[in-house]
């Protein structure tokens, strides 16, 4: 079993742009979100990938990942996923010894950006770039299979509020 060790944070500023190394688009889809799992669907270029991940809330959840034919994850998001698909650009930055993956949403999801870093354990300790902000491990709004039932645009304005 794969752990997946992960952060998420809003971001305070633009200026992580400056260093963005990569960019790969994404839509996603999700064919299941239960109480203990999700299960999606990602495209990206040229690959595909079938993950399953527990619903664990917080830094740490068990994750599998699987390559698939693009034309079948072609269509299983087109017919079988929930709607609306996820899509995303994300950006590639390195600040000091970490990469962060930073998330810039479209679709329905358009104007959250969230900044992603994976760890090697709960407690490592990463350098903070003056352009990250809040922190949203713990905020279950935040989890992409819960972008998908409730979008962004739906919950940002009485957020904001």
Known sequence: ?????ERKF???????????????????GYLSSQPTSSIRVRISD???????????????RAEYEYEIPLSDAQEILNTLCLKPVIEKTRHFVTHETHLWEIDEFE?????????????????????????????????????????????????RNDFKN
């Open 46 to 60: 040229k690959h595909a990938w079938l993950n399953i991940k527990s619903a664990t809330i917080g830094t740490q």
């Open 1 to 5: 079993m794969a752990i997946e060790i």
């Open 107 to 155: 679709g329905e999801n358009v104007g959250l950006i969230v900044a992603e870093i994976e760890l090697n354990s709960v407690d490592e300790i990463f350098a903070k770039p003056e352009w990250l902000g809040e922190e949203v491990t713990h905020d279950i709004r935040y989890y992409n299979n819960n972008l998908a039932r409730e979008p962004y645009s739906k919950w």
């Open 10 to 28: 809003l971001l305070a500023n633009e200026n992580w742009r400056d260093f963005v190394s990569q960019s790969v688009i994404y839509k996603q």
